[in-house]
């Protein structure tokens, strides 16, 4: 019988029908394949994978294969958002098999898990001939298939080895990341590489950061460059805010649809740090509405921010978003229908499938005159309109502990720098209120959720759906993500219990996932023993969970004034700063927070009785330096290091910055606390 009907992951209750006799990730699942004598299949994915339902459709749902599938193996389901850990070390064996990697991952392991074949999609003949094939050499060619396993478990143990070479991360480390960013930057389209293009969103937070520090007009020229061309591409979303996964050209054209939480986080954080410093329209207008889609349609009430939408819609990719000339007109009428299709390069010979065209935003109209904005602005509503008549994608309700993370931490930055710009003659300024009072709700609820449902027992568990909290617990990235969280909420709320609640984690993080020489492994030392313990250094989608780690462990020793903290954090990036002049592009999270590091960072205290409306408050969050920690409210305010013995100066509002532990005098003018701040 298939086992995935009570399980919490969305992926997995899609594969609750399949004739295939699927198990979930266990201890009883390896042990019924010894007891059989038989190879496993594990089959990793995730709920919004394009290629992932394909093959379920192709394969998984046809009974010939299912019923090969059961005579031969023991079939096992993994959401790789639910086990990272699982996808990791078998990832890393696909990719030293193969050469490449990604989803659906297909794995072939011996009944103790090590994998002797692996590969990603098959169409279902190609996959019938394999299952025929590894089925034979596992019964007449034993010691082969053992000896191949033997071989990838050594080339696993290799990739994510620890205790390598070490080094501080030098300004000139972090120069010659730049640079070479720089070098591989696509200076016609923005963004790096080739097709398919992901958005570079830990790339552009590390450039613009270290544009503030150096003043280097390159690092930010990128930043804004390819901010731009990717907020102008379908890969945004024109009407309703947020962004796709990544786009199948190397223009920003045509994205492969599905919406990912990390991804628009990670974004929302970079938008709003250019908004901040340049104070430039179109970033303010995407920050915007990427809050805006966080809370509108990740948002869960009395929960987090779930993990995705899917990709398709009715089994149809795109279906929910591409439009035709002729389907403009009909929502809009013809001439306003004419003047969209112009505007949003909608054309007969369409961009996408089929002579539709994903909506992509032809010309400026963030500093357009007054009347093309409010003509545009309603053309987007009267289309947003339309489309939400149309069949909608699937969402993945499922609560991962990283992620809400990273949206907890960007949305608390976007409030506080929405609330320098606020001004009763902007004409959103309806808008912009609306959208940050649901913002700060939605990141409330998640915070809230996080402390409550996803702490047990002083650990973190990494999913949770419903508001039940799933058995897998959590891994490295998601004590750096949710304790980074943590520390933002410590600054935008001033309640001590949120500095706490990280330090609690930080703590069990250094306890339980430290590795040799400085580093970490991604998962506790009492967790369950996967054929390796994976330790990847590197960024991808999203920080590693050495990045995240490390980032936390900056932000919760500048808030406490623990060195301790600080010095774990320069020994584990020591880790890493080998790689980051080498190998930028996969080490964007770690380069930015090597920034912050290197800056001081600066720890900003205000004492003053009006925090939300202060002029030093303004002024501190408006020009911080990259990775600052800013915290304003009455001085001694239980629970808040930075505010203790920190008096108002002749009963006036005062500002207090230090830099690394060495602190500069008091101040009372906005002049002099932009001094500074340099």
């Not at 699927?22 to 994915?45: M, Q, T, Y």
């Not at 996808?87 to 090590?114: N, R």
């Amino acid at each position: 019988m298939n086992r995935l009907a009570d399980a919490t992951s969305p992926y997995l209750l899609q594969h609750a029908d399949n004739p295939v006799d699927w198990w979930p990730w266990c201890a009883e699942a390896f042990a019924e394949a010894k007891r059989r004598d038989v190879p496993v299949l594990i089959s990793v994915g995730y709920a919004a994978c394009h290629w992932c339902h394909v093959m379920a459709h192709e394969s998984f749902e046809n009974e010939q294969v299912g019923a090969l599938v059961n005579d031969d193996f023991v079939a096992i389901k993994v959401d790789r958002e639910e086990r990272p850990d699982v996808d990791a070390v078998y990832m890393t064996a696909t990719q030293a098999m193969t050469g490449q990697g990604g989803w659906p991952m297909t794995v072939f392991a011996t009944p103790d898990g090590t994998p002797f074949f692996c590969g990603t999609y098959f169409p279902r003949a190609n996959f019938v001939r394999l299952l025929e094939s590894v089925a034979t050499a596992w019964r007449d060619q034993r010691e082969a298939v053992l000896r191949q396993g033997a071989a990838v478990v050594e080339a696993i143990g290799g990739a994510q080895a620890v205790g390598g070479p070490t080094a501080p991360l030098t300004a000139e480390l972090l120069d010659a990341a730049a640079d070479q960013l720089s070098r591989e930057y696509d200076a016609t389209n923005g963004g790096f590489g080739g097709a398919p293009k992901f958005p570079p969103h830990m790339n552009l937070l590390f450039l613009v950061r270290h544009h503030r520090r150096t003043g280097s007009a390159r690092s930010l020229e990128i930043a804004r460059h390819t901010a731009e061309a990717m907020a102008r591409g379908g890969i945004h979303d024109q009407l309703a805010g947020g962004f796709a996964r990544y786009s199948v050209d190397a223009h920003w054209t045509v994205p492969h649809f599905e919406k990912m939480l990390y991804d628009n986080a990670l974004l929302l954080r970079c938008y709003t740090e250019l908004w901040r410093l340049t104070g430039d329209r179109l970033a303010r207008r995407v920050a915007r509405d990427t809050a805006r889609f966080l809370a509108d349609e990740l948002h869960r009430p009395g929960e987090g921010f779930a993990s995705a939408l899917d990709a398709d819609t009715e089994g149809v990719e795109g279906l929910t978003y591409a439009w035709t000339p002729a389907q403009l007109v009909e929502a809009l009428g013809e001439e306003d229908g004419r003047w969209a299709a112009d505007l949003f390069e909608v054309t007969e010979a369409g961009t996408f499938e089929h002579g539709t065209s994903v909506l992509r935003l032809a010309r400026d109209v963030d500093d357009a005159d007054p009347e093309i904005r409010n003509r545009w602005r309603d053309v987007v509503g009267r289309l947003l309109a339309a489309r939400d008549a149309r069949p909608q994608p699937a969402r993945d309700d499922k609560v991962v502990a990283a992620w809400n993370g990273l949206a907890i931490t960007a949305i608390a930055e976007f409030l506080r720098v929405a609330a320098l710009y606020a001004s009763p003659d902007d004409e959103d300024v309806n808008l912009m209120e609306g959208v940050t009072i649901v913002a700060d709700g939605a990141m409330r609820d998640a915070a809230e959720h996080l402390a409550a449902v996803h702490v047990v027992d002083g650990r973190l568990r990494r999913a949770s759906r419903d508001k039940v909290v799933g058995e897998p617990a959590g891994v490295l990235e998601d004590y750096g993500c949710v304790a980074e969280a943590f520390c933002a909420m410590h600054q935008l709320t001033g309640e001590g219990r949120w500095l706490e609640l990280a330090g609690g984690l930080l703590d069990i993080a250094l306890a339980r996932f430290a590795a040799p020489g400085g580093g970490f492994y991604d998962t506790a030392d009492d967790a369950e023993q996967l054929v390796a313990r994976p330790a990847d250094p590197t960024d991808n989608a999203t920080p590693s969970g050495r990045s995240a780690i490390v980032a936390a462990l900056v932000a919760y020793a500048a808030l406490t004034g623990e060195s301790r903290y600080r010095e774990a954090a320069e020994a584990a990036l020591a880790t890493v700063a080998p790689i980051v002049g080498r190998h930028a592009r996969f080490t964007g999270y770690a380069a930015a927070v090597g920034e912050a590091l290197l800056s001081g960072p600066y720890e900003i205290a205000v004492a003053t009785d009006d925090p939300a409306g202060d002029p030093l408050v303004a002024a501190a969050v408006r020009h911080a330096p990259p990775g600052a920690v800013v915290v304003a409210g009455r001085p001694d305010q239980p629970g808040v290091p930075l505010l203790a013995e920190r008096p108002l100066v002749d009963g006036r509002p005062t500002a207090y910055v230090c830099r690394g532990f060495v602190c500069q005098r008091p101040v009372t003018s906005v002049d002099d606390l932009v001094a500074q701040l340099g």
